[in-house]
């Protein structure tokens, strides 16, 4: 293991750690016990400018590099991620804070982004009809697009940005990572463990920082394409600004799930689903559960179960194996969520489990319990609004088509849960909610790596989700040729 522990990190650019040219930085926290694990520069410009210009001139070998070549040097990388999943999954819950078991998931679906990615022969594989017109013939080319930029948040350190470098780097194109400045050790292993597996220099690079490389990436003549995954604000700025510099981009961006729950459910599933998506990774999850709506018949039995469920949730450090509940990633974040419990309160929603009793005062670490409030309407800020915590509102309605109205009203839209035994009401929930992930008795209903992650209104800026079909025509380009033979 080589990771940067206790000691200021370096960039990584053309298969070397090179010294950020700023004196800027920032600790790196382990949020379950306040410890610093290293110190991150937030680079400039500069370093912006360094990292693509090793990309842009790796590209002109990397992306004439035979498909099945690049595509071996993918496999390599497999087999020495299942080979590291241990040590990759405990950094993970060391910077992030979710559970070990939550954090080996993790890996595992950044693994299968990049069994996806070594797909790349048939993935890039164009097409031709043979007799448009007599004797005249069409085929369609597909091409990589040059050097991407991937700008990465703090919640899925090596899933999300396995949703970009592997695939973009198959198709053919070279790449620069920022990670988030919040969980940047993760990233560092990724790229040791695809340099060790054959990766030319130059093919991925990191650039650590926060806003300056951001900026540096979205304003760079040479970077082709931005891929964003972050919170809404930055991911419509991020947008604006790259398409703004000519760029392609895809933004993935923040949310408010619901999970409806009718009387025809199994309860005691629904129970363990929605306490899962809820409150697992502490909620900050893009694809965690904060709202329940649960219809009027069930739903005193339903809240009454829901608590009790909640009150047997293990608080602590993710490290030990029997701790469900992590830490939320800082002091400033728990801060906020707790302002948020506060205004729920002068909201008048009903506070019926507050996870600030569960922490003790003398805690080092950033933890809140599970904390449920009752009687939530849309109309408070509380439901409007992410609060990215182990924080859930309930709403109660009279059935379904309310609270498909419900969740419809949200400017969010990336999943949707339906607890029910009914196939007439999974129809119904499936034609008329405007979400785009959607999930029948499945509480996380994330795509894997072969369908796009299709969030939907403010959950997505861009025409092309990641991964799946959609991640391979958002990382290549492609040529049209008609010809004639005489
Ligand atoms: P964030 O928006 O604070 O940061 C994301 C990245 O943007 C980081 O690399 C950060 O350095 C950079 N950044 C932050 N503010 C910036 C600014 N003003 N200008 C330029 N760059 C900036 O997000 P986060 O807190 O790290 O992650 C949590 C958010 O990500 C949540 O909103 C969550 O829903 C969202 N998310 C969405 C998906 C999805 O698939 N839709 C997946 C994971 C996370």
Redesign the pocket.
Known sequence: MTTKIGKLLKNYINGEWVPSSSTTKENVYNPATGEVLAEVPLSTKEDVDLAVQAANQAFITWGKTPVPKRARILFNYQQLIIKHAEELASLITQENGKNLEEARGEVQRGLECVEFAAGAPTLMMGSVLPDIATDIESAMYRYPIGVVGG??????PMM?PCWMFPLAISCGNTFVL?????TPLLAERLVELFTEAGLPNGVLNIVHG??DV??GLLEHKDIKAIS?????P??E??YKTAAANGKRVQA????KNHSIVLEDCHMEKAIQGIIGAAFGSAG?R?MACAVVTVVDEIADEFVAKLVQAANDIKIGNGIDPDVFLGPVIRQSHLDRVKNYIELGEKEQAKLLRDGRMDVKETENGYFLGATIFDYVTKDMQIWKD?I?APVLSIVRVKDLEEAITIANESEFA?GAVLYTSSGKAVREFRETIEAGMLGVNVNIPAPMAFFP?S?WKK??YGDLH?NGKDGVEFFTRKKMMTSRWF
Not at 178 to 182: A, M, Q, T, V
Not at 228 to 232: E, K
Not at 252 to 255: D, E, K, P, S
């Open positions: 700008i990465t948040p703090f919640n899925f999300v920022k990670p988030s400045e919040r926060a806003h951001v900026n964003f995954v972050g919170s809404q930055v991911a700025y991020i993935l961006a923040g949310a900050e893009c992410e990215f990336n992650f969030g959950s997505f990641a």
